[in-house]
């Protein structure tokens, strides 16, 4: 082992762990304005009381997000300073948009949403939170904007051996982007409504109040509705995969030859035929290219090497991502046809939705497992190899002190963020505090 693969493990774990906080805040800050818009609008408690209960739950998670993201930056400078030096120029906009607008936007805003709530009219109170949220959803594009770039760069030209940006606007809607960030924002709704759910599961089995099961109808619903988002997206990441990352597509699949009218593989020894073709050409007699065939045709273009990523992690993660995901996603639409009619969850179906609650994650972990290490061995497509991309000044020593520091630092965490959401779900709804007697005067609405 050198110093390569511990980088690489570094950055894997951290940004795995940082992965987990990611979701939940972009999916969750939209349900908490939902929440909040039900009330502005309705002046009903219970919606109070939920967006304040799901609220702290938000910002637990935010805080956890941010203290694990500044990770993510040290590392470039720390282990892949080549890598930084060559895309530096390109990740500059995106990221300082990310940071100067899309941070800002919703850092400002949440911070006037928390503090605001006896200061601030309601209107615009509410505005606050809806700006936090569309502030996250934006650093999301950003964000992932700079990452399409690294699978498909786009907008670029290579001057003394570094990418400089040519065209900004080519890089935020390469078309790897426009499918990338409903594929992972609809993933993250997703993990937010299985999160929902759950806390609702566990609080329906304990006091089956009307409460709960309206904020369970809403998160089976953003579920379902997220389901349908992420499945047409990825559908459409596939023909892409088909046209720019023929590699990954092949890996995904287990396809070591060109096949025309390749079947999907459900399992090692268990073929769909045709399936392959058909989901990335629409065309069930369409040749797609094998790992070993693109092997030889890569060695011909860029020099000697090994380009197939590591075939188990791409082939596996592909199927549990989509294993996990539909689970989820079938539980929700099971869950709103059972509840149609019903004032009350069944019980099994509560249970069920606590016991849900790891899918989700291990989804949108598995789907970046397969996003990142079916790239690989590039960390710029067809322009920047992983093993030329790490500082070549750091040590393995140095590396793996690092790494032993972060592990001890975000296992601490864990145990915090794990302590905190425990403790704030098992406390239960806030009672909301009374209203200043003039509030109360202008919104007698309010006073039942």
């Not at 530096?88 to 300082?96: H, K, R, Y």
């Not at 999160?195 to 579920?223: H, I, K």
């Amino acid at each position: 082992m050198d110093a390569l693969d511990l980088a690489r493990w570094q950055f894997g774990v951290t940004t795995v762990y940082h992965f987990l906080f990611v979701p939940l805040t972009i999916g969750l800050g939209i349900f908490v304005a939902g929440l909040q818009t039900a009330w502005h609008r309705t002046g009903k408690e219970h919606y109070l009381k939920l967006t304040k209960f799901f609220g702290k739950l938000f910002l637990i998670n935010f805080a956890m997000g941010v203290v694990t993201g500044i990770v993510q930056e040290f590392q470039f400078g720390m282990n892949w300073s080549e890598y930084s030096t060559f895309v530096g120029d390109v990740f500059g906009a995106p990221l300082a948009m990310e940071a100067l607008l899309a941070f800002f936007m919703e850092s400002t805003f949440l911070g006037l949403w928390i503090f605001g709530w006896d200061r601030l009219p309601k209107k615009v109170h509410l505005a606050c939170i809806w700006a936090a949220a569309i502030g996250s959803n934006l650093s999301a594009y950003f964000i992932l904007a700079a990452n399409a770039w690294m699978k498909h760069p786009v907008g670029y030209e290579v001057v003394d051996g570094k990418a400089r940006m040519t065209d900004l606007w080519a890089v935020l809607t390469n078309s790897t982007a426009l499918a990338q960030v409903p594929h992972v924002v609809g993933a993250a709704f997703i993990v937010a409504g299985g999160f929902v759910l759950a806390v609702c599961g566990y609080w329906m089995l304990r006091r089956n109040a009307p409460m709960w099961r309206s904020a369970a109808r809403a998160a089976l619903v953003m579920t379902a509705v997220a389901g349908a988002v992420v499945a047409g997206t990825g559908d459409l990441s596939g023909k892409l995969l088909y046209e720019q990352q023929p590699m990954k597509l092949a890996a995904a699949e287990g396809l070591q030859h060109d096949t025309a009218g390749a079947g999907f593989s459900v399992v090692p020894g268990v073929e769909i035929p045709k399936v392959l073709s058909f989901l990335a050409t629409n065309d069930l007699n369409a040749t797609v290219q094998g790992t070993e065939d693109l092997q030889r045709r890569f060695e011909q273009q860029f020099g000697p090497g090994d380009y197939r990523p590591d075939p188990a992690v791409v082939f596996w993660s592909f199927r549990l991502m989509i294993g996990f995901g539909m689970a989820t996603v079938g539980l929700s639409v099971l869950g709103l046809w059972l509840t149609r009619r019903r004032r009350e969850f069944p019980r099994r179906l509560s249970r069920a939705l606590v016991a849900a609650l790891p899918l989700p994650l291990l989804a949108v972990i598995a789907g970046w497992l397969l996003s990142e290490i079916g790239r690989q061995p590039w960390t710029v497509a067809g322009e920047l190899l992983t093993a030329a991309s790490v500082s070549p000044g750091v040590s393995l020593a140095e590396v793996a002190v690092s790494l032993g520091v972060f592990t001890l630092l975000y296992g601490a965490l864990a145990v915090a963020e794990a302590v905190l959401l425990t403790r704030h779900v098992r406390e239960g709804v806030p009672e909301p505090e009374p209203a200043p007697l003039a509030e109360q005067r202008r919104e007698p609405s309010l006073m039942y």
